[in-house]
T-cell receptor
Framework: GDSVTQMEGPVTLSEEAFLTINCTYT??????LFWYVQYPGEGLQLLLK?????DKGSNKGFEATYRKETTSFHLEKGSVQVSDSAVYFC?????????????FGQGTTLQVKP | NAGVMQNPRHLVRRRGQEARLRCSPM?????VYWYRQLPEEGLKFMVY????????ESGMPKERFSAEFPKEGPSILRIQQVVRGDSAAYFC?????????????FGPGTRLTVL
């Protein structure tokens, strides 16, 4: 079945460091891909998305490119801030015939130190 | 426009009791999804509902769990005879549609603790 695999955390960085969180997926059809962020004690917020191959999603300095050839959707940010500390989830919705349900990776905790 | 509302935010139950979790979708959204997040894990899909209909319940445990989304009022996730393994955060999300372009908006979650 469809699945998402993320790099294990926690990822600990100093402020202004470069961030990469790897995400790869397995899916039939043509999934849409998402990154969600969860701050402590809160629900998930959509960070960015891409709906077809080679699309780049971007928001708040974060970027991810939908790579069909490598089935990847890695999250990057050039300069992280302490306020970026959170749990990041990669997710997909299935292609044709899907009901819109999201399939999540296990999440990657990011800790940014001043 | 208020976001997705969930209540209660925290719920404590003893083994064998019933838990009822409520979710009010965003205005204009007729699609509701429930997800469960076990400690230190990602979210797992449970059920997808539209008004008065269960569309996909492939992620629901076969026993003790049920969900509804009546014509009027919030969606309800009901867990009968709770066990310690039901302790988790339960998130509801709503969407205006099901295509890949439609964002799901998440509520703050209900954190269920079973003693």
């Amino acid at each position: 079945g469809d699945s998402v695999t993320q790099m294990e955390g926690p990822v600990t960085l100093s402020e202004e460091a470069f961030l990469t969180i790897n995400c790869t997926y397995t899916a039939t059809g043509y999934p849409s891909l998402f990154w969600y962020v969860q701050y402590p004690g809160e629900g998930l917020q959509l960070l960015l998305k891409a709906t077809k191959a080679d699309d780049k999603g971007s928001n708040k300095g974060f970027e991810a490119t939908y790579r069909k050839e490598t089935t990847s959707f890695h999250l990057e940010k050039g300069s992280v801030q302490v306020s970026d500390s959170a749990v990041y989830f990669c997710a997909l919705t299935a292609g044709s015939g899907n009901t819109g349900k999201l399939i999540f990776g296990q999440g990657t905790t990011l800790q940014v130190k001043p | 426009n208020a976001g997705v509302m969930q209540n209660p935010r925290h719920l404590v139950r003893r083994r064998g009791q019933e838990a009822r979790l409520r979710c009010s979708p965003m205005k204009g959204h007729s699609h509701v999804y429930w997800y469960r997040q076990l400690p230190e894990e990602g979210l797992k899909f449970m059920v997808y509902l539209q008004k008065e209909n269960i569309i996909d319940e492939s992620g629901m445990p076969k026993e003790r769990f049920s969900a509804e989304f009546p014509k009027e009022g919030p969606s309800i996730l009901r867990i009968q005879q709770v066990v310690r393994g039901d302790s988790a955060a339960y998130f509801c999300a709503s969407s205006p549609g099901t295509s890949g372009d439609n964002e799901q908006f998440f509520g703050p979650g209900t954190r269920l603790t079973v003693l």
